[in-house]
């Protein structure tokens, strides 16, 4: 077989894949859009001489293994970074270099590992600079590049508010407190499941008594109302959360602040996956998700799933799905007779299930209450990109919208730039509560996935 398999996405996930196939003498081609692989999680800092030590020690050994493993499987591995893909279908892709040049890669297997992106939760005041996602604020910590000024407040739900709010005091930031909106016997309910990665339940430990020792605050049920300023963040008002989410107002409290990270949790990055026709479902916490078997299959045999692509549960058991779909690929080009094959997917899989274990006890408590949806005013922005407020949706409700297709037409939503990213979460929510439906449909991106200059088309090339 001529054409090398293709990879989509430099993370734990697509590398992983790429030093699988390496090892079995089999090339591939890696694209990223960074100029440097390992993701979000493990691509370290973007300037020379720039120490992560605050970061801990496990995460510093974990980033250097796997980037000299992958360094040592360089030979194998087309690696074209500063690339991203705009589009394709099921046998070739269109990929923007870092010059703005478009082309056409022709692929026998294909490894779709794009990663994810963050839950956008609207609320008064949070396209107000200032307000992070608590991902992008960590990304920076982690990238070396720039640390929040002034006072730092961070509030949703998760395991990633306690370790960034450990990350960012270590690197010298102030953290005024850590808002979950989960109630603590909720999480104490979870413990048994948490225990299936017991490392990553002391860490947790570990990082709730460093805030402790470092008067970091931690408020369980209490979540954000409001951000105020003029021109730019000054304070933030937060509030307790009853089990559905919904906010006590009479209750509020005012804390002044520069910076607010908020993390409700993230969503796999479907744009591509849904433009090769692949097969979709619903997740429980109502975002969409491409289907994938225990080889990290899609409905189409020779594109696979890795990473957050086929299930948000971290770098380690990105890593491991990446490392599957490689013995897929290797199976399918008869690299690997099936009993090999079998026995190294086994062997994945086995340090899989403790993770998967570990991830669903973490999805029962921060799944989302119903009543976050009533937290924007009628005035506030839902659609950054086409300025559509909730007003503008909820008349479109009440005019009898009843799916995301409808929405867009009545309102513009997802006809910006980013086609829906940043609203269509929101929007789906109302819709489901509107129409009573858990498939109110979802919105199929056009190409290009991202905006490219025209100067892309005038000479497309062509690669095998």
């Known amino acids: ?17 790429a030093i699988e196939l390496a090892h079995h003498g089999v090339p591939s081609v890696l694209f990223d859009e960074a100029s440097r692989p390992g993701g979000v999680v493990y691509r370290g800092p973007l300037r020379a001489g720039v120490d992560l030590g605050y970061l801990g020690a496990r995460y510093s050994k974990s980033l250097k293994a796997l980037h000299k493993e992958f360094a040592a499987s360089a030979g194998q591995i087309d690696l074209r970074l500063n690339s ?46 200032g307000v992070l996602l608590l991902g992008g604020l960590q990304l920076q910590i982690k990238s070396g590049v720039v640390k929040p000024l002034g006072s730092t407040v961070i509030a949703g739900t998760g395991p990633l508010l306690p370790l960034v709010a450990c990350q960012l005091h270590a690197a010298g930031a102030k953290v005024a407190g850590v808002y979950e909106a989960c109630a603590f016997s909720k999480i104490a309910k979870e413990s048994l499941a948490l225990l299936n990665k017991p490392q990553l339940f002391l860490d947790g430990l570990s990082m709730l008594g460093y805030m402790k020792l470092n008067g970091i605050p931690m408020y369980y ?27 006590d107002h009479s ?70 799905t990446g490392r599957i779909a490689a013995v897929s690929i290797l199976l399918q080009r008869e690299v690997l007779n099936a009993e090999q094959a079998i026995e190294l997917r086994e062997q994945y899989l086995g340090q899989l299930a403790a993770i998967k274990r570990f991830r669903a006890g973490v999805e029962r408590y921060t799944q989302r209450g119903t009543r976050q949806i009533e937290l924007p005013q009628p005035d506030t922005v839902i659609c950054r990109c086409e300025h559509v407020t909730r007003a503008d ?72």
């Open 84 to 129: 991203r893909v705009v589009g394709g279908d099921e046998q070739c892709l269109m990929v923007l270099d870092g010059e703005e040049r478009l082309h056409q890669i022709d692929y026998s297997h294909l490894v779709l590992s794009a990663g994810c992106h963050e839950r956008n939760v609207p609320f008064p005041g949070w396209t107000l600079p």
């Open 393 to 464: 949706i909820d008349l479109a409700l009440e005019q009898g919208v009843q799916d995301m297709a409808g929405l867009k037409m009545r309102t513009r939503v997802s006809m910006g730039d980013c086609q829906g990213r940043m609203c269509v979460g929101y929007c789906s929510d109302r819709l489901r509560e509107a129409t009573g439906r858990v498939d109110v449909g979802w919105l199929r991106p056009r190409f290009p996935v991202d905006p490219i200059p025209f100067s892309a088309f005038q000479q497309p090339g062509t690669e095998a």
């Open 251 to 320: 209750r509020a409290q005012r804390e002044p602040a520069q910076t607010l990270a908020v993390g409700y949790g993230f969503i796999p990055r479907t744009q591509l996956s849904q433009q090769l026709g692949l097969e979709h479902g619903f997740h429980d916490d109502g975002y969409l998700r491409a289907k994938c078997n225990v080889w990290q299959q899609s409905s189409q045999q020779h594109i696979h799933l890795a990473g957050d692509m086929g299930g948000i549960r971290g770098g380690e058991a990105a890593m491991l």
């Open 1 to 17: 077989m001529s054409l090398r398999p293709v990879i989509v996405g430099g993370g734990s996930a697509g590398m992983a894949a």
């Open 221 to 247: 049920g209490w979540g954000v109302a409001e951000a105020r300023g003029e021109g730019e963040l000054a304070e933030v008002v937060v509030a307790p959360y009853d089990n559905n989410w919904q906010p």
